[in-house]
Nanobody
């Protein structure tokens, strides 16, 4: 049974930091390209970051570039998102998601509004407020 379980969310003040984790099981994690996606209330999903299977070539949305860092541990089957300098507009449900296709990664197909991931988690809530 495939599972992606996020943790690490919470309530934080503007300027603060959080580290999200996504524990994967039930599939060969190291062969999947992994993203973090967020969804704010009343809005659609927003892709924010992706990393390749080996943990290299991280990519970020402009909204989080320079503040967030994605990483993965293929021994622990875990994806991470270090979030620094958090802003109120970062408030959202954050979830991890993965896909297998290298063509999708290199073509940027995951940026399409109708892209469907092979697997996704239920998410962890991040709330940034003073």
């Amino acid at each position: 049974q495939v599972q992606l379980v996020e943790s690490g969310g919470g309530l934080v003040q503007p300027g603060g930091s959080l580290r999200l984790s996504c524990a994967a099981s039930g599939f060969t994690f190291k062969t999947y390209y992994m993203s973090w996606v967020r969804q704010a209330p009343g809005k659609g999903p927003e892709w924010i970051s992706i990393i390749n299977t080996g943990g290299y070539d991280p990519r970020y949305a402009d909204a989080v570039k320079g503040r967030f860092t994605i990483s993965r541990d293929n021994v622990k089957n875990t994806l991470y998102l270090q979030m620094n300098a958090l802003k109120p507009e970062d408030t959202a449900l954050y979830y991890c998601a993965g896909f297998y296709s290298f063509r999708t990664f290199y073509s940027g197909g995951y940026l399409s509004d109708d892209f469907e991931y092979d697997y996704r988690g239920q998410g962890t809530q991040v709330t940034v407020t003073s």
